[in-house]
Nanobody, 120 residues
């Protein structure tokens, strides 16, 4: 059973960098053919895909967030990390990490989500 757990600060000041880590257990982030995603849900809005890091290490980002987003991984710890720079209150959301089979347009395992609030 794959499990994902998000961790990171719950409060970030405007203009700073949001940094979250997803720790994966029960499966390796380098296993073919899975991608590991960051997804968020602002209050009162739908889910928004932020980006992926694939089993190969390749990264893919939402065009609307690409200029501020970086996703990396630490294979020794089986973790992947989101960095979102120059945050504003509009980046306030519940942030999720999730796994997707690259052959299917669905996510099969999700973390519980972590609330991040951008406020001074």
């Amino acid at each position: 059973q794959v499990q994902l757990q998000e961790s990171g600060p719950g409060l970030v000041k405007p203009s700073q960098t949001l940094s979250l880590t997803c720790t994966v257990s029960g499966g390796s982030i380098t296993t073919n053919y899975y991608s590991w995603s960051w997804i968020r849900q602002p209050p009162g809005k739908g889910l928004e895909w932020i980006g992926d890091i694939a089993y190969s290490g390749s990264t893919y980002y939402s065009p609307s967030l690409k200029s501020r987003t970086s996703i990396s991984r630490d294979t020794s710890k089986n973790q992947f990390t989101l960095q979102l720079t120059s945050v504003t209150p509009e980046d306030t959301a519940v942030y999720y990490c999730a796994r997707r089979d690259t052959k299917l347009p669905v996510w099969d395992y999700w973390g519980q989500g972590t609330q991040v609030t951008v406020s001074s």
